[in-house]
């Protein structure tokens, strides 16, 4: 089995900036991509951004040139860095391994979620 866990999150002010982390853990043969995703009450799950395992990123289009992912390979750890932060990220933020676990084939493994919340 493969875990996900998530640290950091909570209260910032608008304007600030908060750090998430995640690691990935258990029986990993290989991590294909990890991403950051976010679901506001009333809507639904997006994705914030996405680093697969050669290093190359995707972010969505309303966090562009505040966020950045990183992952350090061999930890299996992905790091969100969220800067200029604005009310609107407010959200439950939930970490994704697409992996392969062994023995038991590609699948995506999802974390319990942090809360971020930014206020005016």
């Known amino acids: 089995q493969v875990q996900v866990v998530e640290s950091g999150g909570g209260l910032v002010q608008a304007g600030g900036s908060l750090r998430l982390s995640c690691a990935a853990s258990?029986?990993?043969?290989?991590?294909?991509?990890m991403g950051w995703y976010r679901q506001a009450p009333g809507k639904e799950r997006e994705l914030v951004a996405s680093?697969?395992?050669?290093?190359?990123?995707n972010y969505a289009d309303s966090v562009k040139g505040r966020f950045t992912i990183s992952r350090e390979n061999a930890k299996n750890t992905v790091i969100l860095q969220m800067n200029s932060l604005k009310p609107e990220d407010t959200a439950v933020y939930y970490c994704?391994?697409?992996?392969?676990?062994?023995?038991?084939?590609?699948?995506?493994?999802w974390g319990q979620g942090t809360q971020v919340t930014v206020s005016s």
């Open positions: 258990g029986s990993i043969f290989s991590i294909i991509a």
């Open positions: 994704q391994a697409d992996a392969i676990a062994l023995g038991r084939g590609r699948a995506d493994y």
């Open positions: 680093i697969r395992s050669g290093g190359s990123t």
